[in-house]
T-cell receptor, first 116, second 113 residues
Framework: EAGVAQSPRYKIIEKRQSVAFWCNPI?????LYWYQQILGQGPKLLIQ????????DSQLPKDRFSAERLKGVDSTLKIQPAKLEDSAVYLC??????????????FGNGTRLTVT | AQSVTQLGSHVSVSEGALVLLRCNYS??????LFWYVQYPNQGLQLLLK??????LVKGINGFEAEFKKSETSFHLTKPSAHMSDAAEYFC???????????FGQGTTLQVKP
């Protein structure tokens, strides 16, 4: 089966600019996650979708970050305006259902964002 | 709140030596525990998961982990390291309410020839 697709792979922007990341999950996967992985740290969940509804966005900095999952398939994560501390790898993951125990997460290769 | 702590951000072993990566968890309910591996410039790949059916869990690439409730640990081991095992390893616990994964800080495994 095709894996989780993410684009772009790399992005360099200046602070205060905006940026968007795209994710296409594995076909049929109802649950989609966006994680932020800062260098030297473990991934941190930003937002979790179940189909096109938000399950958990408690760690999403809503003053600058937004995400949507139209039609319950592809998803876009946006940052506007970007700050230096947003430099990180943004990982998208999907699973068949919300329970990660019964349905392991499949991760994409991530988008590496550098904010200068 | 559930959490995991990985002891040692860097571990270096010789090829053929035992690999031991440490993970301790904190959970008020029986935890669902996982180990993931991340190769350079790639996403995370599931190595193994704790099922509660057996305390010793076998995963891919010869790795295994033992769940010890008395020690709140879920350490990852491999009897003989290969050069291809060099990567970053993450221990994670599943949130009992939402199913989201909560990751540790990660341990970088270096394998020397």
């Amino acid at each position: 089966e095709a894996g989780v697709a993410q684009s772009p792979r790399y992005k360099i922007i200046e602070k205060r600019q905006s940026v968007a990341f795209w994710c296409n999950p594995i076909s049929g996967h109802a649950t989609l996650y966006w994680y932020q992985q800062i260098l030297g740290q473990g991934p941190k969940l930003l937002i979790q979708f179940q189909n096109n509804g938000v399950v958990d966005d408690s760690q999403l900095p809503k003053d600058r970050f937004s995400a949507e999952r139209l039609k319950g398939v592809d998803s876009t994560l946006k940052i506007q305006p970007a700050k230096l501390e947003d430099s990180a790898v943004y990982l998208c993951a999907s699973s068949l259902e919300a329970s990660s125990y019964n349905s392991p997460l499949h991760f994409g290769n991530g988008t590496r964002l550098t904010v200068t | 709140a559930q959490s995991v702590t990985q002891l040692g951000s860097h571990v270096s072993v010789s090829e053929g030596a035992l690999v031991l990566l440490r993970c301790n968890y904190s959970s008020s309910v029986p935890p669902y525990l996982f180990w993931y591996v991340q190769y350079p410039n790639q996403g995370l790949q599931l190595l193994l998961k704790y099922t509660s059916a057996a305390t010793l869990v076998k995963g891919i690439n010869g790795f295994e982990a033992e769940f010890k409730k008395s020690e709140t640990s879920f350490h990852l081991t491999k009897p003989s390291a290969h050069m291809s095992d060099a990567a970053e390893y993450f221990c994670a616990v599943s949130d009992s309410n939402t199913g989201k994964l909560i990751f540790g800080q990660g341990t970088t495994l270096q394998v020397k020839p």
